[in-house]
């Protein structure tokens, strides 16, 4: 800290330009966007809210053609929460206006790699077979916060809820690498803000998530890791005790575009290569991918189906109107 004079001679304590102000100067930045993103998102927030609450009165009832067709849609709101991302809007709002629940339909086509079909046999299986007071464990490598993140709450209070899962474990980012990361900070901010909502069942949902935090079945970790400059298949020898937590986990959700660029170590690899191959033996556990394309990369698709969208679309790997679900590991 040091001293500055002011123009009528009295002083005030100013803040260096090092990395400790910058950081602290983005941060804050970065809070009062993701603050924005989630106000401006709140009709479609408390449509998603309603539709859980809905949900979870008849959730014990439902068969498992039904049960499984709700982890779908709540996997694909999950999938097109990742659309809202201020690092690719450039400062414009990238709020969610609509609610994605009327449009999954028409969004499916634009799906290039749909492996949910694993995802649920992987967990479905688990369920069936597990004993009583065994653990299934989800994890969830977070990516944007406001409206994304709450399409990735109420996705985990479903796996709760539906017992495909009895606990999730959560990773944000210790600093925003880019604008929208993740951090407990805006973790926890959420689910008060969602909690205080003067909407009822917006409100139950805030509750719910308070009291999943509180009795240990949602968990939130940080790690430096995610904010260094490594690809994932590093990671452990670079974070050997976040790839020994990672092992925990009968499934691994990471969500957006960064963490796909670290997964598969952000090479220019043929569209054709297998997801397996690229991760360059990165396996802690079954995982998949969960992002709408917005870098330049993508592996694992039909051999011609990136040649014929770039010749319709040029720009079709950054826009973020194409999404995956792109899974590895036994099922």
Known sequence: MTAMENQDGSTHHGCLWNATCIVEFMKQLSRESKEQNFFESLESITALCVHLQELMKTVENLDENQLKNEFFKLLQISL?????????????????????????????????????EHLWSLLSNRKKTREKASIVRVDIVLDNSGFE????????????????????????????????????????????????????????????????????????????????????????????????????????????????????????WEFTVPFHQALNG????????????????????????????????????TTGKYGIFQFDGPL
């Open 80 to 116: 097109w929460g990742n659309k809202c991302d201020l690092s690719l809007s450039g400062g414009e709002s990238s709020s969610q206006k609509t609610s994605i629940i009327n449009s999954l339909e028409d969004l499916k086509p634009f799906i290039l790699v749909n492996d949910m």
């Open 149 to 268: 993140l709450v399409t990735d709450l109420t996705l985990a209070n479903f796996l709760l809820s539906s017992k495909l899962a009895t606990e999730i474990h959560f990773y944000g980012k210790m600093i925003p690498w880019f604008v929208s990361d993740t951090t407990i900070h805006d973790f926890n901010w959420l689910i008060e803000q969602v909690k205080c909502s003067d909407h009822k069942w917006v409100s139950e949902c805030g509750v719910n998530w308070e009291n999943y935090v509180k009795t240990g079945r949602w968990v939130y970790h940080d790690h430096i890791f995610w904010t260094l400059p490594h690809e994932f298949c590093a990671m452990s020898q670079v974070a050997p005790d976040l790839y020994a937590e990672l092992q925990k986990a009968h499934l691994i959700l990471f969500k957006g575009d960064l963490n796909y660029r670290k997964l598969t170590g952000d090479r220019k």
């Open 282 to 317: 990165f396996h802690p556990a079954p995982l998949c991918s969960i992002r709408t394309l917005k870098a330049e990369i993508q592996v694992g698709l039909q051999p011609g189906q990136g040649e014929q969208l770039t010749a319709s679309e040029p720009n079709w790997l």
